[in-house]
Nanobody, 114 residues
Framework: QVQLVESGGGLVQAGGSLRLSCAASGSIVSIVRMAWYRQRPGKQRELVAGITRAGITNYADSVKGRFTISRDDAKNTVYLQMNGLKSEDTAVYYC????????WGQGTQVTVSS
């Protein structure tokens, strides 16, 4: 099993930045990919960014050029640096680990005020 704990959400003005962190513990060596998803009000959960064990990244078109996913293997932590935040980025952000079973964190709220 894998446990995920997110942190770093909050309230920010449009154009601002936030960095989300996701600390993983448990069967970490089994993780194939880490990712960030988000669920906006009234919408389905969607992929924001992912990073594979090999370090290959992918991003949703809506965040390309603004968000960056990275990881620190020594800390077993994945980050999501979010710059140029827009009101439409307001959502609950979830950390995901693909093992290949899916594990989820508890979510962290990001609110962008316009």
């Amino acid at each position: 099993q894998v446990q995920l704990v997110e942190s770093g959400g909050g309230l920010v003005q449009a154009g601002g930045s936030l960095r989300l962190s996701c600390a993983a513990s448990g069967s970490i060596v089994s993780i194939v990919r880490m990712a960030w998803y988000r669920q906006r009000p009234g919408k389905q959960r969607e992929l924001v960014a992912g990073i594979t064990r090999a370090g290959i990244t992918n991003y949703a078109d809506s965040v390309k050029g603004r968000f960056t996913i990275s990881r620190d293997d020594a800390k077993n932590t994945v980050y999501l640096q979010m710059n140029g935040l827009k009101s439409e980025d307001t959502a609950v952000y979830y950390c995901n680990a693909l093992v290949p079973l899916n594990y989820w964190g508890q979510g962290t709220q990001v609110t962008v005020s316009s």
